[in-house]
């Protein structure tokens, strides 16, 4: 369904927009854009993957914005890790492996290599659940830097608009 | 090499320098592409929904392994690169082309270079962002768009209202701030996926 102008997702959740601020609207000219990215979102963590449990993939994303310093949206996926209903199920052998990965492919999208996939693979994972892991990290990168360029935008206070 | 450097048929010469290119290449997967006689129905609807030339791509076939992310992901990349309205999409282009020199990704790079080059008819400023990303652009609103680029890039923690303070003192309105802003964070998604399940290489 279309987003909605009184609608919040979690991007305006974690750059603290609410309905009727400049910013909100502004987002919504956009409206393909915040439907895919929350999207995106739902689907890069609750999709089944196998190897690759929704607790798992939330513990990656914890892991990746509190290395990157985002912390509004670390507390989201932490958040959300405490409600997962496998979060007491055991994590995959291939944790370790996923969270090295994905802290080499926050950090510098350079550190990739053929070794870096293959490392995934013998931790037990398979090629569709390496693109899922890819795709999440990924995606945290873009999800990070909007809800951070929002934020700036926010405090530099109104702006024009068309 | 100059601007206007030019073949003896009077096609503009490529632009290398620094390791990067705006001529065409290819790219290899590090994983297995999907093939195609395997595919499923929706991984062949999710394909051609992404990209016109997506049935004969090592990338979108590698990516087709997860086809609603890729759904997804699609439709926010085609969103943001292509809609109609607000930022003009050479800037959109010009963002994009900054990030992936900045983030070293010689794939991304070939292709928006080509992008900017079609929608701004010169590539002068391409010349200019190979060399240095930092000091390019040919106008004040470019190099501000650079800077804004590089910035969201290496240190999106730390932006602030200084950083916005320059786009909008050359006329930039919310809506377009935020096109920029997409364009630039969507390639550092686009980026990694590149640069971390394979390689560029040159055209055969």
């Keep these: ?162 | 090499m100059s601007t206007d450097a030019k073949t003896a048929e009077g096609v503009p010469a490529p632009v290398r320098r620094n390791g990067f290119t705006d001529e065409t290449l290819d790219w290899r997967a590090w994983l297995q592409p999907l093939k195609l006689d395997q595919a499923s129905p929706l991984q062949l609807e999710v394909l051609d929904e992404s990209h016109p030339q997506s049935r004969t791509s090592s990338y979108y076939l590698t990516l087709a392994h997860q086809p609603l992310m890729l759904r997804h992901r699609s439709a926010a990349y085609n969103a943001i690169m292509y809609a109609p309205g607000g930022l003009p999409r050479a800037e959109r282009e010009l963002g994009a082309l900054v990030v992936s020199v900045t983030n070293g990704c010689v794939y991304c790079t070939s292709v928006h270079a080509q992008r900017f080059e079609q929608l701004a008819k010169r590539s002068d400023t391409v010349e200019q962002v190979f060399d240095d990303p930092r000091t390019a652009g040919t106008s004040e609103r470019e190099r501000a768009i650079a800077r804004f680029a590089i910035a969201v890039t290496e240190r999106p923690q730390a932006l602030a209202a200084a950083d916005i303070a320059p786009l909008r003192a050359l006329g930039l309105s919310d809506e377009e701030i935020i096109d920029l802003l997409h364009a630039v964070a969507i390639f550092g998604w686009a980026n990694r996926l590149m640069q971390n399940l394979g390689e560029p290489v040159s055209k055969a």
């Design chain 1, 1 to 162: 369904m279309p987003p909605h102008l009184d609608d919040i997702d979690m991007i305006d959740r974690a750059a603290g927009l609410e309905p009727g601020d400049p910013l909100h609207s502004a987002r919504r000219f956009r409206a393909k854009v915040v439907e895919a990215s929350q999207a995106s979102h739902d689907a890069l963590l609750l999709l089944p993957v196998e190897g690759l449990s929704p607790a798992d993939r939330l513990r990656v994303a914890a892991h990746v914005c509190h290395l990157a310093g985002a912390a509004s949206l670390e507390q989201h996926y932490v958040e959300r890790l405490a409600d997962a209903p496998d979060r007491d199920e055991p994590s995959t052998p291939a944790l370790p492996a996923t969270l090295t990965f994905a802290a080499a492919l926050t950090t510098d999208p350079r550190l990739g290599d053929r070794a870096a996939l293959q490392a995934l693979r013998d931790a037990g994972l398979g090629d569709a659940a390496i693109v899922a892991l890819a795709q999440l990290v990924a995606f945290l990168s873009y999800q990070l830097r909007v809800v951070a360029g929002l934020q700036a935008m926010q405090s530099a206070g109104a702006g024009g608009t068309k």
